[in-house]
């Protein structure tokens, strides 16, 4: 399977724990996006990665949240001290270089937060 | 203002009917778009680019009206299996090419 690949799928955790979720995009795709969305609602922007540089973050993202993507391939999204307002699907996408390329998603990550 | 507007629906449609979703973007300096479907508890997968002239993929049609600044989706003979979230997406052409969802619109075909 060559498509976007995100752990895991699903994660319950305790408030304030910390977790980390990861992405693997597309191999020869440079660019990588974290997204998050709620129920009834559209993705919301995150971050975005170009290789290994972080480029843009929401302000949407807390000082609890952090995001690498070391070596320009997989990327890793942390979450520290969670809130029960974390919880969300968390989508990873990834995508060509060149602005008509659209964005491919993995399946997400669904973090609960009790 | 959000920087994509959709109308959230839902639409309930029959069977075979014709549908059309509008979709607003605030940034005129948006230079890609695309409509992506998204099934229940499922990731948005996309459905096609919209090109500036107008373009077509078997019942699904895509306008760009760049002076309104917006975009259509037409679905001709609906499905059962088109009922679906729908999302509309606007991606800027700078050097960090900033890509917006719409919350999306709720499409419902009814036997």
């Known amino acids: 399977d060559t498509g976007v690949s995100q752990n895991p799928r699903h994660k319950i955790t305790k408030r304030g724990q910390n977790v980390t979720f990861r992405c693997d995009p597309i191999s020869e795709h440079n660019r990588l996006y974290w997204y998050r969305q709620t129920l009834g609602q559209g993705p919301e922007f995150l971050t975005y990665f170009q290789n290994e540089a972080q480029l843009e973050k929401s302000r949407l993202l807390s000082d609890r949240f952090s995001a690498e993507r070391p070596k320009g391939s997989f990327s890793t999204l942390e979450i520290q001290r969670t809130e029960q307002g974390d919880s969300a699907m968390y989508l990873c996408?990834?995508?060509?270089?060149?602005?008509?390329?659209?964005?491919?998603f993995g399946n997400g990550t669904r973090l609960t937060v009790t | 203002r959000k920087e994509v507007e959709q109308d959230p629906g839902p639409f309930n449609v029959p069977e075979g009917a014709t549908v059309a979703f509008n979709c607003t973007y605030s940034n005129s300096a948006s230079q890609s778009f695309f409509w992506y479907r998204q099934d229940c508890r499922k990731e948005p997968k996309l459905l096609m680019s919209v090109y500036s002239s107008g373009n077509e993929d078997g019942r699904f049609t895509a306008q760009l009206n760049r002076a309104s600044q917006y975009i259509s989706l037409l679905i001709r003979d609906s499905k059962l299996s088109d009922s679906a979230t729908y999302l509309c997406?606007?991606?800027?052409?700078?050097?960090?090419?900033?890509?917006?969802f719409g919350t999306g619109t709720k499409l419902q075909v009814i036997p």
């Open positions: 996408a990834s995508s060509l270089p060149g602005y008509n390329s659209p964005l491919h």
């Open positions: 997406v606007a991606g800027d052409s700078g050097g960090y090419q900033k890509v917006t």
